[in-house]
């Protein structure tokens, strides 16, 4: 059974870092992966993307200060957040798209992910 658990949300203040982690189980960690966030009242929204061959892509709201990668050894797809700011504040969730090793143009469409985690909250205080 595929499975996401994402880990590493917590509570920061301005300017500091975090970072996610989500482990996969039951599909191997090569294909389209993706973050996404969802802040109170506002509808999930995509952040980074990374294809079976480590393309990545981003959100123009968090370029230069996020970093999408892959640990294969761990089964885990990593975010390494930096330089937080409060508009950063929402629940963090991995997604997958099984079946599928590139992510493309429409990677940030919630619709083309068959997999979801249960979401890990990121904080960040001015």
């Known amino acids: 059974q595929a499975q996401l658990v994402e880990s590493g949300g917590g509570s920061v203040q301005s300017g500091g870092s975090l970072k996610l982690s989500c482990v996969v189980s039951?599909?191997?960690?090569?294909?389209?992966m993706g973050w996404f966030r969802q802040a109170p009242g506002k509808e999930r929204e995509g952040v980074a993307s990374?294809?079976?061959?480590?393309?990545?892509r981003y959100t123009d709201a968090v370029k230069a200060r996020f970093t999408i990668s892959r640990d294969h050894a761990k089964s885990t797809v990593l975010l390494q957040m930096n330089n937080l700011v409060p508009e950063d504040t929402a629940m963090y969730y991995c997604a997958a798209q099984t079946g599928y090793y590139y992510c493309g143009a429409s990677w940030s469409s919630l619709n083309r992910y068959n997999t979801w985690g249960q979401g890990t909250q990121v904080t960040v205080s001015s």
């Open positions: 990374i294809d079976g061959d480590g393309t990545t």
């Open positions: 039951g599909f191997g960690n090569n294909v389209c």
